[in-house]
């Protein structure tokens, strides 16, 4: 990997970034300390930064779920498995402020759309290494979900100064439980006779969702050649 030139441009920006943010100045410095031909750092992101650091939060994704395939996860509660994906994947970024300076950029109009996508792959990332296989509606509904609780927990995260991120590890779990208690209510509407008629309708016609054949065409997922 050593010679693959994003990950020296990510490494590289990585020294910058505190400082410059996920800037235009961050990538040049970058090209410059890494070695790497402009035009060759050009191809690779074609808007700069922006793209730089998109690929720094796909590294992300990429190392949480190598951790999750070396994990022995058997012994856990399926809520469990969720949130020590959450966990991990927070932990992998170890660089707190490259992570706020991204966040403060995907949070500019022009970029809300990367960022949306960005944490949409997260979530997609995290449900695949768990093994989920639904292929209708819930396919939907569990990254959405997702989604919300992980960038909820990342927020929390930036600002938590709390020995060995106990807090941000509270309130993930508590946002988790959440989810659960919004689970366990909709299996309660299922299984009441009267309501369950009155919903056969609209349930048969949300199960006829599947999710899309090809990924890139969904939130979350970039289009050939942009990676996420």
Avoid: C
């Avoid at 929390?156 to 100064?161: I, K, R």
């Amino acid at each position: 990997m050593q010679d693959d030139p994003t990950e020296k441009l990510i490494d590289a920006a990585l020294m910058h970034v505190p400082f410059d943010g996920w800037t235009e100045t961050t990538f040049r410095a970058a090209i410059a300390d890494a070695e790497v031909s402009p035009t060759v750092a050009k191809a690779l992101f074609p808007r700069g930064a922006v793209d730089l650091a998109l690929a720094f939060h796909r590294r992300g994704d990429a190392q949480m779920v190598a951790r999750l395939k070396q994990a022995d996860l058997s012994g856990m509660r399926f809520r469990d498995k969720v949130a020590f994906a959450v966990r991990t994947r927070i932990e992998v970024a170890e660089d707190r402020e490259a992570v706020r300076r991204g966040t403060t950029l995907f949070s500019l109009p022009p970029y809300a759309p990367d960022g949306a996508r960005a944490i949409w792959g997260t979530a997609d990332a995290i449900w695949t290494a768990l093994g989920d296989t639904s292929d209708d509606l819930n396919w939907y509904t569990k990254r959405a979900t997702l989604s919300g609780v992980y960038s909820a927990t990342v927020l929390f995260w930036l600002g938590d100064d709390s020995i060995d991120n106990q807090a941000t590890w509270e309130f993930l779990d508590r946002r988790i439980n959440d989810v659960m208690a919004i689970e366990k209510a909709k299996a309660v509407f299922r299984d009441n006779p009267v309501l369950s008629k009155l919903m056969a309708g609209p349930a048969h016609l949300a199960a006829s969702i599947k999710p899309p054949k090809r990924r890139d065409d969904v939130p979350g997922q970039q289009a050939p050649g942009a990676q996420l």
